[in-house]
């Protein structure tokens, strides 16, 4: 036989010089663009790449079928790696599926030296055309805006190889950039031995290492913690051969719940308050969910014993719709004096859908209404209601509009139908794997597009009192507007997938100014989060503000503020803020002005926890003039406290970095004078938009500060804390923690009234007295078990609640 094999290699060399002088550095490593393109647009398009030399870097929109051309863009790039984001008009292709973005590595002359691929296709051209959105700040809706229900669920976390100490640092880096206010670890994984996500042994048995190295390295960011517990592991030998759970062993199971409870929270100190029990479960328990209800009453009872703090919901429905409601009714009946909040899941399309569908289907915070209302029906105990999986369909099989820019407008429209709602809570299914996720399952852990919309929100938007807003034509584009504290922010969510000029109208500003510049943070189609600055008068009069397609924006507008010359001088070379001037926010705080020996001025603020982490922050205006801040300068105050605190900065773009005070202070429990270089943050000054107050504690303790400033030997700024004093102020309650019995003392005020004792989940103690003692009033607490309670108190015609801890 010829020896063919010199030929081949000549011949494998001869074609290597005919495709292009490539060498290993020239290199198109990924293309991003939409996954769906309409004709007579202009798409983002990023390109990814390595180049040996100076290189061109383009991208073609090709029909796969003829592989004819139908839109492209170009740009140099010098020696080096890198991204580049292209904006590719396309021509009149038709409709069809077989359609894709290339991205290319070039040499000047055009000849290609690497190239790479994306499916993308061709749909109706939608129609641009112009929205009025008009808000009104004197028309409150009731709502709040909730950063609990931009929540995720973790099922990636549950892998060491994942979260734990040697996991993947991408997958932390960009869990950790999503920020999202609300966790909830839920996995099937969890209770099957043999899989990468167990945490169980082969036997069933907890394996703690396994929980310990995931709990204590998945999460480096501040967020609400829930675990659930889906139902025991078949090797177990508890369930029946329908599923259900043998009677014989629903104390085995509860025993077995509160070994993870006791673990985490007592073991492991994490004090992890919520704990969601069975995960829909109501299929199993089909016209039996009271029994389903009896199981939780149990579980929650035994998992109290070990940590009274808790609070314990489910059942995770899995259909909580109208024809299956008396699943839910019979599950409420049976647990309404034990369950803290009901959950409950959907999944809203099935078969094949375009995008419209998708975004009709982002209106579903009418789930949490019916909850709720049913629930009324049966108790007048106040809990909660979470909503804590949702995503456009269940299907386990590749759809691109899960996770493209499609999935980023249904999970924008979700979050405002469910804020309206008045959900508690929220979890979008989920943040990684193959068909979901906000981030790539394939171990790279890379971003989509809605991963952005979870970082903008979590991080850009104000927890402020949601008011009335009006879109013309709410096909195109959906709104939802927070004010309070100076400022308005206005998100809009573009679903008309074309370009759109919304102009934007203010009612109720009684006289008030607004800032000549709005702040802009947009998450763009293509996935990416870009911020920058428009003219008011250019939203409100002018050309409007383009919204391009499949985009979610969050406007900014200053409320009052106006220029940074209409602030009130603090010295010849600095300028003093009132409270109204500068932001503030708070969360899980109580937040009270005194005056009793201020160390500066009439007032200072103190700061009290009640919840497991909590936070105070003074926000900057966008007018403030911080250009000329550096290393010589300081954040000074005076602080009076025993407990470390940790004290943030935030840029606009959401890099913080943080110290800790107790290398400042000496929180000896006395006013003391604190100044923090600001050459001790690693972040850019001149972009500082907020300073926050932290405190993840054990034991509740106020915490005090007066005359927050930045200083600088020719540079003052201050902010000056100038509030009436609460009535909440006027009355102390003491000891706390309290073991036997609280002291009210109303310091000579009007007579102080006990209204009640109330647990965290809302529900009123029994086991207290009152007692007048020595012109005292005494509340016997020693009967209550351990754990947060408020004591609801009248003051003349106020009505206050003092948190404290029963120990």
């Given at each position: 036989?010829?020896?063919?094999?010199?030929?081949?290699?000549?011949?494998?060399?001869?074609?290597?010089?005919?495709?292009?002088?490539?060498?290993?550095?020239?290199?198109?490593?990924?293309?991003?663009?939409?996954?769906?393109?309409?004709?007579?647009?202009?798409?983002?398009?990023?390109?990814?790449?390595?180049?040996?030399?100076?290189?061109?870097?383009?991208?073609?929109?090709?029909?796969?079928?003829?592989?004819?051309?139908?839109?492209?863009?170009?740009?140099?790039?010098?020696?080096?790696?890198?991204?580049?984001?292209?904006?590719v008009p396309v021509n009149n292709p038709?409709?069809?599926?077989?359609?894709?973005?290339?991205?290319?590595?070039?040499?000047?002359?055009?000849?290609?030296?690497?190239?790479?691929?994306?499916?993308?296709?061709?749909?109706?051209?939608?129609?641009?055309?112009?929205?009025?959105?008009?808000?009104?700040?004197?028309?409150?809706?009731?709502?709040?805006?909730?950063?609990?229900?931009?929540?995720?669920?973790?099922?990636?976390?549950?892998?060491?190889?994942?979260?734990?100490?040697?996991?993947?640092?991408?997958?932390?880096?960009?869990?950790?950039?999503?920020?999202p206010s609300h966790v909830r670890f839920h996995s099937w994984e969890m209770v099957r031995p043999g899989t990468s996500g167990t945490w169980v042994d082969s036997n069933g048995n907890w394996d703690f290492a396994k929980v310990n190295d995931v709990l204590s390295n998945a999460i480096s960011f501040d967020t609400e913690v829930l675990i659930n517990i889906p139902w025991p592991p078949e090797e177990k030998g508890w369930l029946n051969a329908d599923g259900t759970l043998n009677v014989a062993h629903y104390?085995?199971?509860?025993?077995?719940?509160?070994?993870?409870?006791?673990?985490?929270?007592?073991?492991?100190?994490?004090?992890?308050?919520?704990?969601?029990?069975?995960?829909?479960?109501?299929?199993?328990?089909?016209?039996?969910?009271?029994?389903?209800?009896?199981?939780?009453?149990?579980?929650?009872?035994?998992?109290?014993?070990?940590?009274?703090?808790?609070?314990?919901?489910?059942?995770?429905?899995?259909?909580?719709?109208?024809?299956?409601?008396?699943?839910?009714?019979?599950?409420?009946?049976?647990?309404?004096?034990?369950?803290?909040?009901?959950?409950?899941?959907?999944?809203?399309?099935?078969?094949?859908?375009?995008?419209?569908?998708?975004?009709?289907?982002?209106?579903?915070?009418?789930?949490?209404?019916?909850?709720?209302?049913?629930?009324?029906?049966?108790?007048?105990?106040?809990?909660?209601?979470?909503?804590?999986?949702?995503?456009?369909?269940?299907?386990?099989?590749?759809?691109?509009?899960?996770?493209?820019?499609?999935?980023?407008?249904?999970?924008?429209?979700?979050?405002?139908?469910?804020?309206?709602?008045?959900?508690?809570?929220?979890?979008?299914w989920n943040e990684s794997d193959g068909w979901f996720g906000k981030l790539e399952g394939n171990g790279s852990f890379s971003r989509r597009p809605s991963s952005y919309l979870f970082e903008m929100l979590n991080k850009e938007f104000d927890q402020a009192n949601i008011v009335s807003t009006n879109s013309s034509n709410d096909s195109k584009i959906v709104t939802l507007s927070g004010y309070g504290n100076g400022r308005m922010q206005l998100l809009l969510i573009n679903r008309s997938e074309a370009e759109q000029q919304v102009t934007v109208s203010i009612n109720g500003l009684d006289g008030q100014p607004v800032g000549s510049q709005v702040e802009v943070s947009r998450c763009i189609q293509s996935g990416g989060l870009q911020h920058t600055d428009v003219d008011y008068t250019t939203v409100s009069t002018g050309d409007g503000?383009?919204?391009?397609?499949?985009?979610?924006?969050?406007?900014?507008?200053?409320?009052?503020?106006?220029?940074?010359?209409?602030?009130?001088?603090?010295?010849?070379?600095?300028?003093?803020?009132?409270?109204?001037?500068?932001?503030?926010?708070?969360?899980?705080?109580?937040?009270?002005?005194?005056?009793?020996?201020?160390?500066?001025?009439?007032?200072?603020?103190?700061?009290?926890?009640?919840?497991?982490?909590?936070?105070?922050?003074?926000?900057?205006?966008?007018?403030?003039?911080?250009?000329?801040?550096?290393?010589?300068?300081?954040?000074?105050?005076?602080?009076?406290?025993?407990?470390?605190?940790?004290?943030?900065?935030?840029?606009?773009?959401?890099?913080?970095?943080?110290?800790?005070?107790?290398?400042?202070?000496?929180?000896?429990?006395?006013?003391e004078q604190v100044e923090i270089p600001l050459s001790d943050f690693n972040i850019d000054y001149a972009q500082l938009k907020e300073i926050q107050f932290y405190n993840l504690w054990q034991t509740a303790s106020p915490f005090a500060f007066d005359d927050l400033k930045v200083v600088a030997s020719t540079n003052l700024r201050q902010f000056s804390v100038t509030s009436a004093a609460d009535p909440a102020d006027v009355v102390l309650v003491y000891p706390n923690p309290a073991t036997h019995s609280l002291i009210v003392n109303a310091q000579g005020a009007a007579a102080v009234e006990v209204l009640g004792i109330y647990q965290a989940s809302g529900i009123a103690a029994q086991n207290y007295q009152l007692l007048q003692e020595e012109g005292q009033l005494k509340v016997m607490v020693g009967q209550l078990p351990a754990g947060l309670y408020y004591l609801n108190l009248r003051i003349g015609n106020e009505k206050i609640s003092k948190p404290f801890i029963k120990q």
């Open positions: 036989m010829t020896n063919f094999k010199p030929f081949i290699f000549v011949f494998f060399c001869s074609l290597l010089l005919l495709l292009g002088k490539a060498t290993a550095a020239d290199v198109a490593q990924s293309v991003s663009g939409p996954s769906s393109v309409y004709p007579q647009q202009v798409f983002d398009v990023t390109v990814q790449y390595q180049a040996d030399a100076n290189r061109q870097v383009s991208v073609y929109l090709f029909n796969t079928s003829n592989w004819q051309l139908h839109g492209s863009a170009s740009v140099q790039v010098a020696a080096g790696s890198g991204s580049v984001t292209l904006q038709p409709v069809g599926t077989d359609y894709q973005w290339t991205g290319k590595v070039e040499e000047l002359n055009g000849n290609q030296l690497s190239q790479t691929s994306q499916w993308c296709q061709v749909l109706f051209a939608p129609t641009t055309g112009e929205v009025e959105v008009t808000v009104d700040l004197s028309n409150p809706t009731g709502r709040k805006v909730n950063k609990r229900v931009m929540g995720l669920n973790l099922f990636q976390a549950f892998k060491p190889s994942v979260s734990g100490a040697n996991g993947s640092a991408d997958y932390k880096q960009n869990l950790a950039a999503m920020k104390l085995d199971f509860a025993l077995w719940c509160a070994e993870l409870v006791d673990y985490v929270n007592n073991t492991m100190q994490l004090n992890v308050r919520y704990w969601e029990l069975t995960n829909e479960r109501d299929g199993v328990y089909y016209g039996n969910c009271a029994e389903l209800g009896k199981i939780f009453n149990l579980i929650a009872a035994e998992c109290k014993k070990v940590d009274p703090n808790i609070l314990t919901g489910g059942p995770a429905f899995e259909k909580p719709f109208a024809e299956h409601i008396q699943n839910v009714r019979d599950f409420m009946e049976t647990t309404k004096e034990t369950v803290d909040f009901i959950s409950y899941h959907s999944y809203h399309l099935s078969g094949e859908f375009d995008h419209q569908q998708i975004f009709n289907a982002g209106n579903w915070g009418w789930v949490t209404n019916m909850m709720r209302g049913e629930w009324e029906n049966i108790s007048s105990r106040k809990i909660e209601f979470h909503h804590n999986e949702y995503n456009i369909s269940a299907d386990m099989r590749t759809i691109p509009d899960r996770v493209n820019e499609a999935s980023m407008v249904f999970d924008a429209m979700m979050m405002v139908s469910l804020m309206n709602a008045g959900a508690d809570v929220a979890d979008a503000y383009v919204s391009k397609a499949y985009e979610v924006t969050l406007l900014t507008f200053d409320i009052g503020g106006g220029s940074a010359s209409d602030y009130h001088f603090y010295s010849e070379s600095g300028d003093e803020f009132q409270q109204e001037n500068g932001f503030n926010s708070q969360y899980a705080m109580t937040v009270s002005s005194k005056s009793d020996g201020a160390p500066e001025g009439n007032n200072y603020l103190q700061l009290e926890t009640n919840a497991h982490y909590a936070n105070y922050a003074f926000k900057f205006p966008s007018t403030v003039n911080k250009s000329d801040w550096n290393q010589g300068h300081s954040l000074s105050f005076q602080l009076k406290s025993t407990v470390n605190y940790e004290l943030k900065v935030f840029q606009g773009d959401g890099q913080s970095d943080k110290v800790n005070l107790s290398s400042y202070a000496s929180l000896s429990g006395n006013w």
